[in-house]
C-alpha cells in the first residue's frame, strides 16, 4: 500500500479515536443533545474530508503532468491551463450548501432552544418577581440594598469605604473633590447628570458678574475649594457671581438648568448609573446590568454617605 494512504488512515483513526474519546467516551456523552451529535458528526466529517483532500493533492503532485489547454491570456509569460472545476472540489462544495440550508432550518434552526436564550428567560423572570417583591420598600430597607448592591457592583472601583482607593475613582463619602470641580470648570461638562443633555461651557464661557470678565485661575481654585468643602469657606463670592444663577444659591441645582453640586441625591446617582460620566479622573461607563429598583437602591446608599 502507498505510505501516503497508509499515512491517511492512520491520522483518520487516530483523530476519530480522539473524537471518541473526548465526547462519546466521557462523562455525560451526547447527552442526547442534538447540537453534541451534530458537532461530532461535523468534526468526523472534516476530518475524512481534510485527509483525503490532503492525500489526493499530493499524490497528484507526485505523478501528475501538466497539460491541457492553455488560456489565451498570460501574465509575465506565465500561462493557466483552462482546467475544469475539481470533481471532489464541487461534490464537497454543494453538500456544504445543502448541509447549511439542512441545518438552519430543520437541524437547529435559529428560533429553537438556546442555553443563552433560556438564561435570558430566567433572568427576566427573576427581574420581574424581584421588582414586584421590592418595588415598595423605602428608607433603611433601600439603603440596606443598596449597600448590598454597591459591595456587589462598585467596591471593585470605588472600595468598601466608597472611598475610591486612593484616587482610582471618586470618593463617594463627599459630593465632588476639588480637582473635579477644577475640570469641569476649565474643560465643560455634559453627562447627562439630570438624564438629559444639560453641557455646561468651559472657563470660556464662564463670566463673574462681579468684575464683568470670564472666569481667572485663582478664581477657580477658589470657587473648587469652595464647593469640595460642602459649599463652606473662602470662594463663596466667585460661587454667587459665576455659578449660582444655574446651581442656585446653595448649589442644589435648578430643575432642567443645572445638576446639585452640593449633596448627592437618587436621581443623580441613578442618571450616572445610566449613562456614565466622564471627568477629572477618567471615564466611568453606565451600569446597564441593573434594574431601576436596584439604581434606586444604590442612590440611596450612596446618599446615605455623605450625610
Known sequence: MNKIYLWGIIITAAMLGFTYVSVIGSKGGFNGDIVNMLAVAGA??????????????????QVDTADGELADESWDDIGEYKNPIPMGWAIIFLATLVWAMWYFTMGYPVNSYSQIGEYNEDTAAHNAKF????ASIT???????????????????HGIAA???????????????AKSVKHVIENGSNNML????????????????????????AEIDAVSAYVANGMNGAGGDVFASTC???????????????????????????????????????????????????????GAYITSLSK
Open 244 to 298: 449660582a444663577s444655574c446651581h442656585g444659591e446653595t448649589g442644589m441645582g435648578m430643575e432642567y438648568v443645572a445638576p446639585n453640586i452640593a449633596s448627592f441625591d437618587t436621581a443623580l446617582v441613578t442618571n450616572v448609573l445610566n449613562h456614565g460620566m466622564k471627568g477629572a479622573i477618567g471615564v466611568m461607563p453606565a451600569i446597564d446590568r441593573l434594574n431601576a429598583k436596584q439604581k434606586e437602591a444604590v
Open 131 to 134: 421588582e414586584k417583591e421590592y
Open 163 to 177: 472611598d475610591g482607593i486612593d484616587g482610582k475613582a471618586a470618593n463617594l463619602n463627599q459630593r465632588i473633590a
Open 139 to 157: 428608607g433603611d430597607r433601600l439603603i440596606e440594598m443598596g449597600e448590598s448592591v454597591f459591595l456587589a457592583e462598585c467596591k471593585v472601583c
Open 44 to 61: 468526523i466529517a472534516l476530518v475524512i474530508i481534510t485527509v483525503f483532500v490532503v492525500i489526493k493533492y499530493v499524490r497528484q503532485m
Open 194 to 217: 439630570m438624564g438629559s443633555e444639560n453641557p455646561m461651557p468651559d472657563r470660556n464661557g464662564l463670566f463673574n458678574m462681579n468684575t464683568g470678565a470670564l472666569i481667572t485661575d
